[in-house]
């Protein structure tokens, strides 16, 4: 059973399930393939059918961005975990190396699958690379027929949604693969043409903001996430009305004397000081992510447990980095009071019922629909 937000239905999986479930579909005497859908693919869905359809038609519904996640916590209907795309197909690369197995890659510019496949085979020995094309193409026959003479029984598909999503959808069974899987810029960070958000942005859900910085070009693109957000907090409410939100789930219960972690790193139960009464303790304030991640040299020796002062030098970038997790963080919580949420922020309160011209879509369209209403143009918007 899929995990449903805003229409697109999210398998349910762990890293290590879904690599498992692929690897069981190369058993299979038939073609699936794999979407792994963000934020922005949501909405294309919601507003293209057939994009809708491709997607919800995949073998397997990966949650690729850190809005899938909160988006199903806001509506009650949590998933197991974040699935990156790249992350799954390094997995599922690891495992095809111990085997016969073969792999068509498809995607990037000229000259990207060429250099992508080069390191990927000194990073997986024994990776065995069927065949490689370029994403510039405009028939499609010929490459079809390309990765079917390979004999390659995995494709990744890299060429950008929602043109992967459609393209697997209906030409993956004529390739002969039996997995395909729609990867977008993976051949790029492969190739070492691209370099992905450092680990700390990544397990801080901070990967979009890294993307952001390095390539400001793409902020049309970003304002799909509180686009994104918006629709979530109206599905929720529609849901509340209609008695369709399921109860929050349980929070895990708080265990005292448990450190406060959020990475990989232990720090050892901090003891009661001397003369403290039973039941109070020190608050001593905690840093997220692992020591590596915040900066801290692996040669350090330090004594968690000694009063001694310990100055740790932060550089400014990675201090933004902290306010802009706990910024993020707070915009995604499900319990915010309702004049938290985006959808009250861009609400005019004109309008009790969330018709669509109290919404951001309708502030930022640009009027390239016809069929769209003078008063929803930014040139109306701002006429006296």
Not at 144 to 160: R, T, W
């Amino acid at each position: 059973m899929r995990i449903r937000v805003l229409g697109v239905g999210f398998d349910n999986l762990t890293m290590e399930e879904a690599v498992e479930r692929a690897l069981a579909m190369l058993d299979e005497d038939k073609t699936h393939y794999v979407v792994t859908p963000n934020p922005e693919i949501v909405e294309l869905c919601r507003e293209w059918s057939e994009v809708s359809q491709a997607v919800n038609g995949a073998d397997m519904v990966l949650p690729d961005g850190i809005g899938i996640i909160k988006g199903a916590n806001m509506l009650h209907t949590p998933l197991k975990e974040r699935v990156p795309g790249i992350e799954f197909a390094a997995r599922l690369m690891s495992e095809l190396a111990q085997t016969d197995r073969s792999l068509f890659l498809l995607g990037g510019k000229p000259g990207v699958a060429e250099q992508a496949a080069e390191n990927l085979k000194i990073q997986y020995p024994g990776l065995n690379i069927a065949g490689i094309h370029d994403g510039y193409f405009k028939e499609d026959a010929p490459v079809i027929e390309l990765i079917k003479n390979s004999g390659a029984d995995v494709a990744f598909v890299c060429i950008g949604a929602p043109r992967q999503e459609l393209w697997m959808r209906n030409h993956g069974a004529e390739t002969g693969a039996r997995l395909l899987c729609g990867l977008g810029g993976s051949l790029d960070v492969f190739a070492g043409t691209a370099t992905r958000a450092p680990k700390f942005w990544c397990d801080h859900g901070l990967e979009w903001l890294y993307r952001l910085l390095k390539e400001p070009y793409r902020w049309r693109r970003m304002m799909k996430l509180p686009l994104f957000m918006s629709h979530v907090r109206r599905e929720r409410r529609f849901r509340k009305r209609n008695g369709t939100l399921p109860p929050p789930p349980p929070k895990p219960a708080k265990q005292r004397g448990q450190p406060r972690l959020s990475g990989d790193s232990a720090r050892p139960e901090q003891p009661e000081p001397d003369g403290q009464p039973d039941g109070e303790s020190v608050k001593k304030p905690v840093m997220s992510g692992t020591t590596e991640s915040a900066g801290i040299s692996a040669g350090m020796d330090i004594d968690l447990n000694t009063n001694a002062d310990i100055n740790i030098s932060v550089s400014e970038t990675m201090k933004s980095a902290w306010d802009a997790d706990r910024a993020f963080e707070n915009i995604w919580n499900a319990d915010d009071e309702p004049e938290d949420t985006p959808e009250n922020i861009w609400d005019t309160g004109e309008n009790p019922e969330d018709t669509p011209g109290d919404t951001p879509e309708d502030i930022w369209d640009t009027d390239e629909n016809p069929d769209d209403a003078p008063e929803d143009t930014p040139e109306n918007i701002w006429d006296t």
